[in-house]
């Protein structure tokens, strides 16, 4: 089994910052793409940014946001900065995962973390 873990939401002004982390950890061969999805309250869970052969992000987060990884430690962190009230949302990990020892590829969901930031 995998297990997505995210940490660093949290409140904060407008204009402000924040660090999302996600880390895999269980039966994992190799991971293949890992991103950020986000809901807010009332509506669909969106894409924020993905980091995998490319590197794709939201029109609503580019120029803000920036996605990176750390293969070795099997994570992936969101840089946000500019923050809008608009971001506020449950931030959830993804990763594509091809897991041990069978080669079998699968995707997961971390359990989300908030981030609200305040106008």
């Known amino acids: 089994q995998v297990q997505l873990v995210e940490s660093g939401g949290g409140l904060v002004q407008a204009g402000g910052s924040l660090r999302l982390s996600c880390t895999a950890s269980?039966?994992?061969?190799?991971?293949?793409?890992m991103g950020w999805y986000r809901q807010a309250p009332g509506k669909q869970r969106e894409l924020v940014a993905t980091?995998?052969?490319?590197?794709n992000y939201a029109d609503s987060v580019q120029g803000r946001f920036t996605i990176s990884r750390d293969n070795a430690k099997k994570m992936v962190y969101l840089q946000m900065n500019s923050l809008k009230p608009e971001d506020t949302a449950v931030y959830y990990c993804?990763?594509?995962?091809?897991?041990?020892?069978?080669?079998?590829?699968?995707?997961?969901w971390g359990q989300g973390t908030q981030v609200t930031v305040s106008s």
């Open positions: 980091s995998g052969g490319r590197t």
């Open positions: 993804n990763a594509d995962v091809v897991g041990a020892p069978w080669g079998k590829l699968s995707n997961y």
């Open positions: 269980g039966s994992i061969f190799s991971i293949n793409a």
